[in-house]
């Protein structure tokens, strides 16, 4: 059983750092050919695909967000953990992170694990 689980402040200020991880339980994050995401879903909206980290490293980011994101990955913890820069409200939501294959790196709807979720505030 897979099992990947969020973690990270929950209130950050305007202009600052978002940091999160997902630890992952039950695969390894270098198992060919899944990927692990980050997917919010800010209040009263949908879900909303922010960026991937493929088995092999490979980074992908919602166009959107690229310039103010980053993706990495610790092997030997398993785990992967997301940046987002220069955080303003819009960027309050609750962040998930789940498991896709790389065809459908970006597409959520085909993720088959996913974290319970954690809420992300920003507010001053």
């Known amino acids: 059983q897979v099992q990947l689980q969020e973690s990270g402040p929950g209130l950050v200020k305007p202009s600052q750092m978002l940091s999160l991880t997902c630890n992952v339980s039950?695969?390894?994050?270098?198992?060919?050919?899944?990927?692990w995401s980050w997917v919010r879903q800010p209040p009263e909206k949908g879900l909303e695909w922010v960026g991937t980290?493929?088995?092999?490293?490979?980074?992908y980011y919602r166009p959107s967000l690229s310039g103010r994101t980053s993706i990495s990955r610790d092997t030997i913890k398993n785990q992967f953990s997301l940046q987002l820069s220069s955080v303003t409200p819009e960027d309050t939501a609750v962040y998930f992170c789940?498991?896709?294959?790389?065809?459908?790196?970006?597409?959520?709807?085909?993720?088959?694990?996913w974290g319970q979720g954690t809420q992300v505030t920003v507010a001053s």
């Open positions: 980290i493929a088995y092999d490293g490979a980074t």
């Open positions: 789940a498991r896709g294959t790389k065809e459908y790196y970006n597409d959520y709807d085909k993720y088959d694990y």
């Open positions: 039950g695969d390894s994050i270098t198992t060919k050919y899944y990927v």
